[in-house]
Antibody, heavy 119, light 107 residues
Framework: QITLKESGPTLVKPTQTLTLTCTFS??????????VGWIRQPPGKALEWLAL???????FYSPSLRTRLTITKDTSKNQVVLAMTNMDPVDTATYYC???????????WGQGALVTVSS | DIQMTQSPSTLSASVGDRVTITCRAS??????LAWYQQKPGKAPKVLIY???SLESGVPSRFSGSGSETEFTLTINSLQPDDFATYYC?????????FGQGTWVEIK
């Protein structure tokens, strides 16, 4: 059974760096074709894809956020970490991590973590 | 970036209705399209992947079709549990992109 769970601060101040951890079980990120991505959703708005890291260490980022994002994996801990620098109130959103395989985009999602950016 | 445009933005329907949501890609994505259902306060749930493959455990009243730039999600005989927001998403090329969503509300 595949599960994912996001963890991190619920409140960050403007200009700070947000670090979110996705802890997963039921799969290995060293298995060919597997990846973990991050998606966010501001309150009342649509989903926005942020980043993806794959089994072979390839990573991909949203061009509009590329300079602010870093995605890394720790296969031994079954974790993926997303760092986003220079946070702004417009970055207030629920942040999701999700599993992908060769055929799916995202087939398993975490419950989401609401992050509020405010001074 | 590939733009994904859904229509309509809001759809009012009754239980038992057949509902169709359209998603258009700004360029060809072959069949690399997924459909998700999202209810308030919950994570999205995948319904369809590769444009027309039904995710395991999803009721057969949901179906997807299309290729290249035009795609549809059809819900046959809408059920009370189906009132939600639906998103399409392309995963043909990075950056992956979502449509703006279609809210299916009770008429």
């Amino acid at each position: 059974q595949i599960t994912l769970k996001e963890s991190g601060p619920t409140l960050v101040k403007p200009t700070q760096t947000l670090t979110l951890t996705c802890t997963f079980s039921g799969f290995s990120l060293s298995f060919s074709g597997v990846g973990v991505g991050w998606i966010r959703q501001p309150p009342g708005k649509a989903l926005e894809w942020l980043a993806l890291i794959q089994w072979n260490d390839e990573n991909f980022y949203s061009p509009s956020l590329r300079t602010r994002l870093t995605i890394t994996k720790d296969t031994s801990k079954n974790q993926v970490v997303l760092a986003m620098t220079n946070m702004d109130p417009v970055d207030t959103a629920t942040y999701y991590c999700a599993h992908r395989d060769l055929w799916h985009s995202f087939d398993y999602w975490g419950q989401g973590a609401l992050v509020t950016v405010s001074s | 970036d590939i733009q994904m445009t859904q229509s309509p933005s809001t759809l009012s329907a009754s239980v038992g209705d057949r509902v169709t949501i359209t998603c258009r890609a700004s360029q060809s994505i072959s069949s690399w399209l997924a459909w998700y259902q999202q209810k308030p306060g919950k994570a999205p749930k995948v319904l369809i992947y590769k444009a027309s493959s039904l995710e395991s455990g999803v009721p057969s009243r949901f179906s997807g079709s299309g290729s290249e730039t035009e795609f549809t999600l059809t819900i046959n005989s809408l059920q009370p549990d189906d009132f939600a927001t639906y998103y399409c998403q392309q995963y043909s090329s990075f950056p992956w992109t979502f449509g703006q969503g279609t809210w299916v509300e009770i008429k």
